[in-house]
């Protein structure tokens, strides 16, 4: 692709304070572009090949910008039309190509002189390299939903599912390698479902030894305090009467509870961040999980009994 040929968008702004300059450059030169190579870069790339993928894009951005609010987010990640053999070949090869040249003239630059058209350049090369890959994943956006709805849990939501897929497929675009003669969606297929199945067995461990944990700690006396205190009488009345609420819930619920709210042998009461990072899941997600498992016990009981029983609740 001749680099006249570029799109005529906005160039980076032409930095010329020497201080600003060097240190542009100093961070392109630490930082290596990587590209899957083909010896098809070594000459003069295909003029047609070019077209087809200036004109993929072009549509693509076309309709991300007419869809605007008049889809689901949901529904605009499926839209795009999918990708021929020849346009996936094209796209790809396009995109490396780009990145090819943008590291070989990465490696010219020279610290001592540096030269802002130079940096221009690789910045031109690499951001329609970003637009080619944006292309791509765009069109492979149902393959990702598609694999994702076949792993979703009560405990990974299809949303949590679907942001790891889609990291996974930028991942993917990044290290497929055009010239092996199959198409992308097999080789993003094996790489989404592979991490969409670790994850879920990873999640279903953590929490399966965290339950045994919890199970350990249940209702365990302090062999140190005197049994004929007032403290040792309520809690023993508490500990019976929330061992059997607790029997109702099931084991991630119980885990919570007694995690929360200082069941546990150590008398302990566990921030949600500590509940949150047993989980596998984020702060708020822990939080969202201990109100409705405090709600499953608020509908087996009274609001009475519920108060007496959340009433020594440590902080």
């Known amino acids: 692709m001749d680099p006249a040929s570029l799109p005529n968008r906005p160039p980076a702004p032409n930095v010329t304070e020497p201080g600003r300059l ?4 100093r961070r392109r030169v630490e930082t290596p572009i990587e590209f899957i190579a083909n010896s098809a870069f070594d000459h003069p790339a295909d003029g047609d090949q070019a077209a087809v993928v200036d004109a993929l894009v072009a549509r693509w951005q076309s309709a991300a910008d007419s869809a605007g609010g008049s889809k689901t987010h949901l529904g605009r990640l499926c839209d795009a039309e999918l990708l021929s053999l020849e346009q996936e070949r094209a796209l790809f090869c396009q995109m490396n190509y780009l990145k090819c040249q943008a590291e070989r003239m990465r490696r010219t630059i020279d610290l001592e002189g540096v030269d802002a058209a130079v940096l221009d350049a690789i910045d031109r090369r690499l951001e329609r390299a970003r637009q080619i890959r944006d292309c791509i994943i765009q069109a492979n956006m149902r393959l990702v939903l598609s694999i994702v709805r076949k792993f979703v849990t009560p405990q ?4 949590e599912m679907l942001s790891d897929g889609i990291v996974t497929l930028m991942q993917a675009v990044e290290k497929f390698d055009f010239d092996r003669g199959f198409r992308f969606s097999t080789y993003a297929y094996r790489s989404i479902a592979r991490h969409a199945y670790r994850s879920v067995k990873a999640v279903r461990s953590e929490e399966s030894r965290m339950v045994r944990d919890a199970d350990e700690w249940a209702f365990e006396q302090d062999e140190d ?10 809690w023993s009345q508490l500990r019976e009467r929330m061992g059997m609420l607790l029997g109702q819930l099931d084991r991630r619920d119980r885990f919570i509870i007694r995690s929360r709210y200082a069941l546990g042998a150590h008398r302990k009461a566990q921030s949600f961040q500590a509940i949150a990072d047993r989980l596998g899941v984020s702060k708020e997600r822990a939080r969202q999980l201990e109100r409705r498992a405090v709600e499953k016990l608020r509908q ?3 609001e009475r009994e519920l108060d007496e029983l959340f009433g020594a609740k440590l902080v």
Do not use: G, I, W
């Open 225 to 234: 305090r005197p049994a004929s205190s007032m403290h040792d009488r309520v």
């Open 156 to 159: 990974q939501t299809c949303d």
């Open 22 to 25: 060097a240190d542009r450059a």
């Open 300 to 302: 087996m009981t009274s």
